[in-house]
Each structure stands twice: as C-alpha cells, then as structure tokens.
C-alpha cells in the first residue's frame, strides 16, 4: 500500500514496483494518489497453493473477488490503512474471479478499457489525476478506483488481426471502475475522458470494453469484420 505527494511520484513508484516483479498489478484510488499493489513472482512450473499460505490466501481471494464484483465498493478508508506486506505462494487457478447474478439493486463493476505504451505512463497518470480532480470540483464525483496492470506485446507478425498489434514492447492498461453502470455522472465521466485518454493520450479502447465511444475514436479493420456479425453500432467504426 503506498501514498504518494504528486502523480509523478505515484508513476515513479508504479513503475519501481513492476520493475522489481514478474508481474505487477494495482488498485489506484487516484483522487488520493493511493495504490494498492500486488508484485507477483513466478513460483515454478506445476506450483498448487499450500496449506502454508492459509487462511491468509483464501481471506485475499475473497476480499479481491468481492471488490471486483462489486466495483471497489466500499472505497477503502485510507486514512486508517496501514503499510501491509505479505508473501503468499498460490496457484494462479485459484485467483480466478468467479462471475455472479446481481440483484438488481445491487453493486457490480462497470468499467473503461484503454491500453498505453508503457513509455506513456508518466502522462497517462498525470492528465487522468488533473482530469479527474477537474471533474470532482464540478460534478462531485470520482471513480471508485483505476485498476492497472502490465502486458508484453509479441511480436507483430505473431498478431496480424488484433487491434493491438503494435509490436514488441510494454503495455499498460490504466481503467476507471465503478460500481453503477448506470449512474449519469458515471457515464459523464466515461464519455468525457474517452477523449482525453483516446485523443490526447493515444490509449487505444477496446470495441467490447469502452463503452460510448465516438467513430473517430476507434477503427476497427474492415479485415476483422464478418458481414453477418456486424451489427450497427460496430458498422459505424469499419475503416
């Protein structure tokens, strides 16, 4: 868990910690410049979970599968959080989210994908907190959360039909969560920084991920299309 005094230092950290890790994942409560981060190190081919690593893995598998389902809601109290470290060895099968029915006055997840180079997160972090504390002093609203996490980039060649397919190097996804899918300021929020994240920062979205995106904020191939399976909406972002 760490607070930082600016977005450049939170950036810093963010990437310190992914340096120093097999992979790298962190929950940002960016209004605060607060994360919570998970480092992961490869434990060996075949690894299962111990009896070692309980109760505290199954406590952190259902603490983590119930913010996820229901949109980082509560937001945690920084304020009263104390610096936690723990080392747990556990299968990677035994983290998997496990999807549930909502209520229909229940919390669940909604949120916006945009992928940046790696070399961008200094920007990305930056903009999306002046952006984000903009907002704030004008609607009184802020995500819950921004989930992070790391991606290796193959090879060009090795993903000829993807919209990602920018070659090797480093991604990021930096995603804006919340707990209402359909709450006006929410969705406010969502349409407006489309186009700072697209536009000004070059985040690439995704067709099924970002929602009410505009056709000149994503060009789907017209290679990747099945006429059968184009439907309007996705019609309008063929180039």
Not at 125 to 136: D, G, L, V, W
Not at 201 to 206: A, D
């Amino acid at each position: 868990m760490h607070q930082l005094k600016s977005p450049e230092d939170l950036s810093e950290e963010l990437i310190r910690l992914h340096k120093g890790s097999d992979a790298f994942f962190a929950s940002v409560i960016l209004d605060k410049l607060y994360a919570i981060c998970d480092q992961r190190f490869k434990a060996g081919l075949g690894s299962i979970t111990p009896a070692s690593s309980q109760p505290q893995f199954n406590a952190l598998r259902l603490a983590k599968r119930s913010n996820i389902q229901h949109g980082a809601t509560p937001r945690p109290n920084i304020n009263n959080l104390q610096p936690l470290i723990k080392e747990i060895t556990y299968s990677r099968a035994d983290m998997v989210n496990e999807y549930w029915r909502p209520s229909a006055n229940e919390s669940r997840v909604d949120f916006q994908y945009y992928e940046h180079d790696l070399a961008k997160i200094k920007a990305v972090i930056s903009q999306s907190y002046a952006f984000t504390k903009a907002f704030e002093e004008k609607h009184s609203f802020v995500p819950n959360t921004w989930a992070l996490y790391f991606l290796n980039r193959p090879e060009s060649k090795k993903k000829p039909y993807g919209l990602y397919s920018s070659g090797l190097g480093v991604s990021f996804s930096f995603d804006p969560l919340f707990s209402n899918p359909t709450d006006p300021k929410w969705q406010m929020f969502a349409k407006e920084y489309n186009s700072l994240a697209i536009k000004t920062l070059g985040g690439k979205p995704s067709p099924i991920q970002t929602q009410w995106l505009k056709p000149d904020e994503l060009v789907i191939p017209k290679k990747l299309a099945h006429p059968r399976f184009t439907t309007a909406y996705y019609l309008q972002f063929l180039g």
